[in-house]
C-alpha cells in the first residue's frame, strides 16, 4: 500500500483545524468547522483530554478523516483550545480604561476598552 501526495487526505497527515463544539450528547458530539460550511461527528474516545471539561460553544482543534465503516468525514484527535486561536481574523487592539471591578457579594462591574482604529 503507497500513498501518494495529490490522492486523497491520508489521515494522520496532521492537517489541523479549527471548530466549535456545537452539540454533546452520550458518547459523541459535533463540531461546526471554523474555516468551512460543515459539521462534523466526533466520538468522545477521540478527544484529548477530560470530556467532562468539554461545553457547547467551546473551541476546539481537530484533524478530520473518514470513518472506517461508512466513509463519511469525521473529525478525530480532537482537542481544546484557547479562543483567542479561533477567533484570530477578528484582531482588534485596545486598551482597558475601566476595570471590571467584583464586589464582595460576588456582582461584576462593567469593563471599558478603547479600541484603536475603529
Known sequence: QTQSNNGPIQPGMGIRETGIIEKLLHSYGFIQCCDRQARLFFHFSQFE??????KIGDPVEFEMTYDRRTGKPI?????????EVVMSEERVIGTVTTEVKISPEGNETQGRISYENR
Open 49 to 54: 483530554g477530560n470530556i467532562e471539561h468539554l
Open 75 to 83: 473529525a478525530s484527535a480532537v482537542s481544546k483550545i484557547a479562543p
